[in-house]
């Protein structure tokens, strides 16, 4: 899909050579080749092209004054805007996804088949950081999910652009190769989890989790353990079962294990895999439950980011994954609002509505990974509540922890990923509402602050391990749309995790918390 080249861009056959232009203000666009540089002298004059971010301006080399059509192979030269420089790296890394991805959806627009993209000259980042950022900007640009279309003989449709080519222009070819290498392992486990989300749920089963678990497994070296039903019930998982209860499809709990060296810190993470979720008893409306079909983007983003982890093998880490699946329907054996369920840990809690699932399947994992795997720290990723969506829109994830040096290191692994998060607090006065007369704890704190006691429920299971919540539920789907992110499933999460299993520091330590 992406390789590199050294070879002088203008001698390269393919259907687009794309640059990238900087906006400088009285001055005609920043453009790596001086040739086309001059030929935007005109479209800049006239107001066409000035470079700014999104702008696209398209050339035939056999129409342009100053070009020979002997001198450029490419059908046609795209120059891309990247906007007017940004202060900090964070910004720069995003204005390159950006512009890339700009690239990538008008190449299919354009139906290329093959575009040559040649890296600026104008953006103030490490080659590394370059050629990682233009490259998931192109790979996740170019997403498509057709899967289930058929398409008549006559339909004229835009598929995909089959291979881009990243030029280094003036950077090193080594680290743009290595940075090309990590983009294009993030981007590509940010597409598993867009194409696990557009599943269906008859599509996308806890089963089908199984077997992508055993499959990276099988390729990578991973370790991995299903647990079934029955495993579930000797261990005495009362969450999981009870969202289960009323499905015919049985429960999966999956595991996997990326290893170093004992000596290493252990990360752990959990992702909600909730393969569609009607609300159990607590049904929800009627209008728009297809999308409920996502509400297992928290494990997808999990075990697409192990596959990204288990290629770029970072040395310093130990990292456990683990994916409570089931769904969560309603039948005459589904749990009821007031029934009392027994978590793995013992703790007791109150059914108030079988809506609120994701925090019970979630608790059971937690719970049992911190006592198995004895992690350093814990991160769990769920679309958990549409309260974060009235708090955050769509614009933010929601991120509540118990640990200020795991809070920063999620807080800077997002910024890298371009995924924001916002930090929400925690305190005793939230847990109050979560108080039931009857049981431990009761599934739901009401309206109020519905994100945060989601969170404390969740904290009851973790004991001491600093640990982080992510709620997705406002990003996971509908996040604010991009040139690199469609509407629908958008990924996210699965680079920002990616971002800080390779950014570790250890919690503790002088520094931890910073990159």
Sequence with gaps: MIQTTSREPRSLSSDILVYFAAETGKKTPDCADPDIRKILRVPWKNGDFSGKEGQVFLIYPSMAAGLHKKDIRAGRILLVGLGKPEKLD???REQLRLAAGTAARKGIDLKAKEMVVVLPDSVDLPSRQMAECVTEGLILGNYRFDKYKTKSEDEDGTGAVER????PGSHGESAVRKGMTRGRHAALAACTTRDMANEPGNGWTPER???YGNRLAREYGLRCQVLDKQEMEKLGMGGILAVNQGSATPPRLVILEYRT????PTLMLVGKGLTFDSGGVSLKPASGMEEMKYDMCGGAAVMAAM???AQEKPAGINVVALVPATDN?????ATKPGDIITHYNGKTSEIIN?????RLILADALAYGVEKFRPDGVVDLATLTGAVIIGLGHHHTGLLANNDQLAGQLLRAGELAGEPLWRLPLGREYRKQLKSEVADLKNTGGRPAGTITAACYLEEFVGEVPWAHLDIAGTAWNFTEKSYIPKGPSGIGTRTIIN???HWKNLGQPGGGKD
């Design 354 to 358: 079988t809506d609120a699932e994701g």
């Design 329 to 333: 329907m309603p039948s005459g054996t």
């Design 90 to 92: 964070s910004a720069r």
């Design 261 to 264: 060296r004992k000596k290493n």
């Design 307 to 309: 596959e990204a982890i």
């Design 164 to 167: 881009f080519i990243l030029h």
């Design 209 to 211: 989790f199984a077997l």
């Design 500 to 502: 800080l299993v390779l």
